[in-house]
């Protein structure tokens, strides 16, 4: 049994130090290090040891397929070569200090699965770009600055279970393409700068379990579609411009929030009415 786990564990550790990713993508970790001042890292990289030793890369067949850099003090821009990590499927930047826009080069990583960039710095529009991305099933940008609208790609995300935009200062309006997102469990745009209605196709999004949208200047009635979201566990609608305000409801049993609903948008339906 001992020469059995002292055989796999040898194993173990040449997986390691022999794993061989390719220039390309060790040249982009290389680079990603440089623009965001590596040598400042909370758990910094030594580059001349093995990029399979490096904090927070995930290797599996040779090919990069992780990078989790979560609150290690990251400061600067993501540079273009990052788009090079071609096989990279989670990316988790969150709580950190990245600065500028989302490189174009980002959006050629088409395994991505999850893309979290939560609490940093990033600015301009969500490019539309995003929609290419149809491997996603996590999109968390929250506090950062993102202005714009969102983009109407984002309904190619049809495999999409998450999808928190909240705290930046995106306008317009929320987008009836978010309807096809069938398999959507959380939608949070709170804090943002939203305006117009609720749109009723987001009572097409049956797997819904958590509908954020507080702390906007959306207007107009809750649609009565939203009595269809049967999953539902916790609505927050309020700080709006909304007809009829609705406390926010968290965590509670869906039966709770169907009731709520239904008595809302009943009494908007006979308020209408008269």
């Known amino acids: 049994m001992k020469t059995l786990k002292l055989t796999t564990l040898c194993l173990f550790i040449s997986t390691i130090l022999f ?23 909370n758990t910094s990289w030594d580059l001349n040891k093995p990029v399979a030793t490096w904090y927070g890369v995930t290797i599996q067949k040779d090919k990069v397929v992780g990078l989790n850099l979560h609150n290690n003090n990251l400061q600067g821009t ?19 200090k990245i600065k500028g826009h989302l490189p174009k ?38 506090s950062n600055t993102f202005t714009g609208e969102i983009p109407t790609t984002i309904g190619n995300l049809t495999n999409l279970k998450t999808l928190v935009l ?45 509908l954020v949208l507080a702390s906007n200047a959306l207007t107009g009635n809750l649609p009565v579609e939203l009595n269809k979201l049967t999953e539902l566990n916790t609505i927050m609608v309020s700080g709006n411009k909304l007809n009829k305000d609705m406390v926010s409801i968290i965590d509670r049993r869906p039966e709770d929030i169907q009731m709520k609903l239904q008595f809302i948008t009943d009494s908007a339906l006979a308020t209408e009415e008269d």
């Open 166 to 210: 909240g705290s930046n200062y995106l306008t317009g309006n929320i987008p009836t393409e978010i309807s096809l997102l069938a398999q959507l469990e959380t939608l949070s745009v709170i804090d943002n700068k939203l305006v117009g209605e609720i749109p009723a196709e987001l009572g097409n999004l049956i797997h819904l379990k958590e």
């Open 19 to 41: 794993a061989n990713v390719s220039q390309i993508e060790k040249e982009a970790l290389i680079a990603l290090y440089n623009t965001t001042q590596g040598s400042q890292w």
């Open 78 to 96: 993501l540079p273009q070569e990052i788009g090079n990590l071609t096989n990279l499927q989670n990316i988790n930047l969150g709580f950190n």
């Open 105 to 142: 080069a980002f959006f050629n990583l088409k395994e991505l699965r999850s893309v979290k960039l939560f609490v940093n710095a990033f600015e301009g529009d969500i490019p539309s770009e995003i929609g290419q991305l149809t491997k996603l099933e996590v999109l968390e940008l929250f």
